[in-house]
């Protein structure tokens, strides 16, 4: 079988392998870490490659095509993170919090994700549109104040309700609503100017400006080194992913089939709109992972002040313990199989029958 | 030189919460006070391995002892049940009281 | 809002002790404690600079006066014949005394 | 295990001030100390962004409260003036006061 | 316009447009910075840079030609230094600390502004001499010294003063004037021994012994890679600038204007003399970038034990807040233009002329 | 001389003089230093390098006939270190304690050592047999084992002996004897689950499943760079190196002369048994340099823990301070010049000869 093909030979790069080898680092409770100053630079680096490398593209491509994708990619943003939170609230009976925090953590992007996702590409030799960049920008901060903004309603309602029976109470009621009004557009603050996405646009603008000539004296630090540096990050990425193993089991069997199902979903449904968009194969490959992916870089530091009372044991061990694992090892080449048949003559054909039908 | 007594108040918590510390400090007019990335093992288990996020921090506050209870109580009410998060006072002698 | 006492031990000492320490406070059934890297100089010269193993660690752990005795005396007989090291007790006041 | 009770003066300086200060202990003969680097708020701002220089650093020191008055003064004397830096003393006991 | 176009063109550089884009992040609040451990290791590193690329030149060209351009430039910035004294006391009624401090703020050189020289030359395709950077490492500690010794000078004057009144306290002021003297020396040891020149002239003289072929094996570390480090630093040193654009009205209208006016015209001097002793375009582009730089890493280290009386939100601020962007932005491509224009045909007459008129 | 030329060009290399650089800065008491995690990355990028060097080789070239040279190693190993002990108690009169931490840091092999030695054979332009790096990873904790092991056995005869005078305290001599073993046994699991140990390993196997195709997207990172890291970390060794250099005095003239005499005695009966063993010219250079090699990065770590009766002041700074500078600026080259020797074709025949008629 292709795909299986294709999985194994993912599962046999450099990216993978020590992604691997750092969960087994942790196992066996090695001492070996990468220093908090280096992992704490990786993602900034990381960031300003991808977003470079996107700006680069833009400009050569315009983004005139850029509109549509990103406004589809924002409106399956928001409705996966809803029907994340009612397959989490109804059927995995997770309270109000742990929901919204688990529905923004799958419906938000991860930027490691899509280093990775570009590498492969990379690696089999398939561009992909420069402007995925910018769409990974714009939906970095959408799950959370989605997720904040829902939390925040259902809050305030549970405590008018309160407010009903004991109407004495009103005045420390009215303080509670003022406090999430500001606790949200601090949140929207936060999030806009969080460093991930201020560098990463940040990076895209430049990109543009600069183009491919501008961009040849910083090649080498930006462009030839990325994966030798996803590889270092990787190793981080592992060990720590390898720790929270053991929180796994908090995580229980619903949530871990969740973390499966739901990433192989949301990609594939990515997949297919954008082929049906008109991106290219890799592009549908990049849009698909966006949607698979899940945040555990951005998500506690978003999470943990706009959602204090959710668990992050639960959020962050299930995205980065076992979603992650799985849409790089897995879902990735998966994805990328599927886009490719759909962009072969027949792939394209079923796809189209497949649309009109749909719609 | 006469050494005044003043409280020294230590909070040890996780560093997402540094953020809300600091601005109860403010609420209650105080603007000085110092910070440093420590790590930690409590009730919420290891932290400071891994991730920035994950890490503890110390905030360490010199008041004087008027405003100490009203800090310590919003704080315990507004932290305590959602963040890993430890606390304590101790008795310090300072030069210049006016500073603080 | 009450403060109860306790007492806050700290260890400063050579990084490769650190294990040790936290072996003792395990076997002495104390898990809560923080550390954090710090620089220093004494009988056994400066620490701190070039390798990261000749680094000095601080280690503060809140515990009550009952366990304190053990604790301090198995650090001391086990630890200060071959460390760097030096040890310290304070009092500070605490909300929750139930969590030490 | 008995315990002595010495002085800890601690000192948050801005982090070039801390030659000047280890001076002092040097020439009162306090050779054993500890540092960290830290950062802060204060009379003089925000301190611990950006530039390295621009870091605060804390150092504390055992000592016998015979020299703390003498050391106390001279830093207050030659550093308050234009430096950032806070100084409190507190109560500690030690096993081995001849350490220090 | 040349000038402007060069301008533009040079404004359009990812070192420049990553210093803005620093800024920018600081205004907006966020909390992108590079990890202390990182933003500490560049300035080491593109020294060694420098050093290492000097260094090969030298051992290229020889450097029998070093000795002039060596005295002349100790010679203006010491001339230099003295002015600025003169303008902050007498026009900016600085106080004496402040304006020594200033003073040789101003006076000194700034390393990162020469990374930036040499980056921009490299992309102009232009080389220059390589002993500019021994001149670098000669320059860095002496408007220093200078300073301290003339605040020391001040300072010991106005203690006799007030001994003569009253002849009491002789053997405190006897203690003041040793302690002066002290101070004098530690600081001259501190600046010799400080990082920047050690890892400087180190490396110069490595560079020198290795020469081209020796350097081969760290070419691509200590090269190639040379503009991305520049990059990651200007985004940190961006994000430091813009956390200190409030301070500049603490500086002043007075402060603002020295912070433009000054570069400027010491470089243009430095550029004017540096062509008339013989330096090739981008040779006199560099040592009138010198001229024109002012310190705000070394500074900060120095001027703080030195004279501590002096306000370091000024200092720090000017040099790092206004100088530097303007230099690396405005003054660097006039600098081009005014050499290149100077070592045409006719400027060369022109300068000439203007040489054998001025003395 | 050719040896005392080879040593002259291998001075003049980057690696040696920014070692000396580091040296003499720290001596000026200059506060050049690499950040702290820099330099704890450095050793961790150092090896994974290594191993992925190490396991592509064993790809092309197969590692059957690795097993032979690896007992051999091993083997050595053991016997230098048991050999060092006699030597340093009996001649030397360290205590037992000393004698056997100093015996295994000697006996044991050093990661940075191997890294020069690397870098050495490329500028020669001489490869080396892949499957030493796997030697390197064997035998990290080796001596340490076999020295704590012999520690543990001396120290609980002497309990014994203790138990036997005064019958009366046994129960305290029994716990004294279980601690010993759950310290060796602690210490083992350490050992294996080092860092060094980990990075090198799993790098290796890495190394060797992705081969040369799948290393080409991280070479530049993992290969292009290495010599200009190693420059970078030997900035910080020298510094370190030099600030023990006061510490000599106290390491008194046996330990000196024993730092240089048993790394080159050590180091050539590895260039003579390898070469007889069938190493090619570069393999035999690096199983001697593992043989003449001491530990200082791993054995404080192990040694504090394993016992920490012995003072680290003598072990580290007789590794650090005199060996490590002696073999990379003096034993390797001869080595070389050894190795190259016997491989030629009279050296062949000499070596035949001393080899049939050594045994
Ligand atoms: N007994 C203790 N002594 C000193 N620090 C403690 C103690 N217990 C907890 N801490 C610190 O407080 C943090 C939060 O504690 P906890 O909420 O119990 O997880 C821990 O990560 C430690 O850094
Ligand atoms: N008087 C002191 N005050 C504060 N810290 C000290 C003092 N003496 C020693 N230390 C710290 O304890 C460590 C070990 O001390 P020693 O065993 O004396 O070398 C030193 O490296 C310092 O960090
Ligand atoms: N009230 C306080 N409590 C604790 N630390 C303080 C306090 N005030 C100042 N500091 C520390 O002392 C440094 C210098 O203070 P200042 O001279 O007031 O700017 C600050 O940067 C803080 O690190
Ligand atoms: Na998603
Ligand atoms: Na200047
Ligand atoms: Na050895």
Redesign the interface.
């Known amino acids: 079988m292709e795909i299986l093909e294709l999985i194994q030979a993912n599962l ?3 990216i993978i ?2 992604f691997l ?1 750092g969960i ?2 942790a196992r ?11 992992s ?2 990786l993602p ?2 990381l960031l300003a490659a991808i977003g470079l490398h996107g700006g680069i593209e833009m400009r050569n491509t315009g983004f005139e095509n850029m509109l549509i994708p990103m406004f589809v990619a924002i409106g399956l943003s928001l409705l996966f993170t809803l029907n994340h939170y009612q397959i989490l609230r109804r059927l995995g009976k997770f309270n109000l919090f742990d929901s919204y925090a688990l529905a923004s953590t799958y419906g938000a992007v991860g930027a490691v994700h899509f280093s990775v996702g570009l ?1 492969f590409l ?2 089999q030799g398939v561009s992909s549109e420069g402007y995925i960049a910018a769409i990974l920008a714009v939906l970095e901060p959408l799950a959370f104040i989605l997720a904040i903004f829902m939390t925040n309603m259902a809050v305030a309602k549970q405590i008018k309700t309160k407010k009903q029976s004991f109407s004495d109470d009103s005045t420390e009621i009215d303080i509670g609503l003022n406090q999430t009004k500001t606790k949200l557009s601090k949140v929207l ?2 999030s806009i ?3 991930a996405i ?2 990463l646009l ?1 990076s895209i ?2 990109g543009y ?2 183009g491919k000539d ?2 040849e ?2 090649k ?3 462009d ?2 990325f ?3 996803i ?2 990050f990787m190793i ?1 990425m592992g ?2 992913a390898g ?1 929270r193993l053991d929180d796994i089991k908090k995580v229980g069997v619903f949530l871990t089939a969740f973390a499966i199902i739901i990433p192989l979903f949301n990609g594939t449904i990515g997949v297919l709109v954008s082929t049906a968009l008109g991106l290219s194969v890799g592009g549908a490959v990049m849009f698909g992972l966006l949607m698979a992916s899940a945040s555990f ?1 951005a998500a ?2 978003v999470l ?2 706009a959602i ?2 959710a668990k992050p044991s639960l959020y ?1 061990t299930s995205a980065l313990g076992i979603t992650f694992p799985f849409n790089i090892i897995v879902t990735l080449p998966i994805l990328f199989t599927l886009s490719t048949f759909l962009h072969s003559g027949e792939g394209a054909i079923d796809l189209f029958n497949f649309i009109t039908e749909g719609f | 030189m006469k050494l005044y007594n003043v409280k020294l108040l230590t909070i040890t918590c ?1 560093i ?1 919460a540094q ?2 510390i600091i601005e109860i400090l403010k609420k209650h007019e105080i603007t000085g006070y110092t910070t440093y990335e420590v790590d930690g093992n409590g009730a919420r288990g290891l932290r400071g ?6 890490k503890n921090v110390k905030v360490e506050v010199i008041m004087r002892e008027e405003k100490l209870q009203d800090i310590v109580e919003e704080i315990s009410r507004t932290l305590f049940a ?2 890993a998060i430890v606390l304590y006072v101790s008795d310090v002698g300072v030069l210049r009281p006016e500073k603080f």
């Open positions: 046999l790069t450099p392998l020590f080898f087994i680092a066996i409770k090695s001492d070996l870490k990468i220093p908090a100053a280096i704490e630079f900034i680096y590498s990379k690696n603050h936060e100017t969080g460093k201020v560098i940040g603008v430049i400006i600069i501008g961009f004296p910083i080498i630090v930006f030839d080194m994966t030798g540096a590889v270092i981080e060990i720590i720790q870089i506690p530091a943990r002040h204090p009372q962050i | 996780e997402l953020e809300n391995q891994g991730l920035k996020t994950e959602n963040y």
